[in-house]
């Protein structure tokens, strides 16, 4: 009897390191591999939604002599993405045409910016376009007799961002991601045009 209960023990306990070593040997080859691929795959889809969270807006500027001072500047913004987002003039300078580096020089005694709203940052829905527009006065103390043939540029620098609504859902959802996706979620562009020479 004593010798069947051994027998029987170790019967049981070949069945049960059998059993643990193939379950091993199936988790390594099989379940394994299969739980890499679907982290794999989820992290693809988490890169898809933050990547869909990068802003594209359309920009287009243009200008109007109004006096040897004084130039219009008008510039339409159109979002040409999917989601909603918000825009806004960081920064406007100029440049000179004959300098190839394209040094920009900010508003300070040479010239000023007027703009009829500060601060101004709508929210533009798929689809739909937003207008700005500023003036640059050249002072009148430094170019007595103004500028008559323009060798300057303006340059706008625009930023970007998608609403903070998806930004928002999408950190709740990935809350480890959050630098990532408040970093594809701005975004800034130059657009250059040379100043006109013409007075209208």
């Known amino acids: 009897m004593k010798e069947y209960s051994v027998s029987m023990v170790s019967g049981l306990a070949g069945v049960i390191i059998g059993a643990t070593i193939q379950f091993g040997i199936n988790y390594q080859l099989i379940e394994k591999p299969k739980l ?23 920009t287009s500027c243009s200008n109007t002599k109004l006096d040897n001072w004084t130039w219009h500047v008008e510039c339409y913004v159109t979002n040409r993405g999917a989601l909603p987002a918000s825009a806004k003039i960081e920064e406007i300078s100029i440049f000179a045409l004959s300098d190839k580096k394209r040094t920009l020089y900010k508003q300070d005694d040479i010239f000023s910016v007027v703009s009829p709203e500060e601060n101004y ?10 207008y700005f527009d500023f003036h640059i006065k050249f002072s009148d ?15 706008v ?16 959802s990935f809350p480890e991601s959050e630098s990532e996706i ?13 100043l006109t020479e013409i007075k209208t």
């Open 36 to 58: 890499r691929i679907e982290q794999q795959k989820t992290a693809i889809e988490v890169q898809k939604a933050i990547s869909s969270l990068s802003t594209n807006l359309e």
């Open 141 to 155: 103390e430094k170019y007595k007799d103004g500028i008559k043939d323009s060798t300057a540029g303006v340059n």
């Open 182 to 194: 408040e970093y594809f979620s701005k975004s800034k562009l130059n657009f250059m045009t040379r």
């Open 121 to 130: 940052s709508p929210i533009l829905n798929p689809g739909s376009r937003s």
């Open 157 to 172: 620098l625009f930023e970007f961002e998608t609403s903070q609504t998806a930004q928002q859902y999408l950190i709740n």
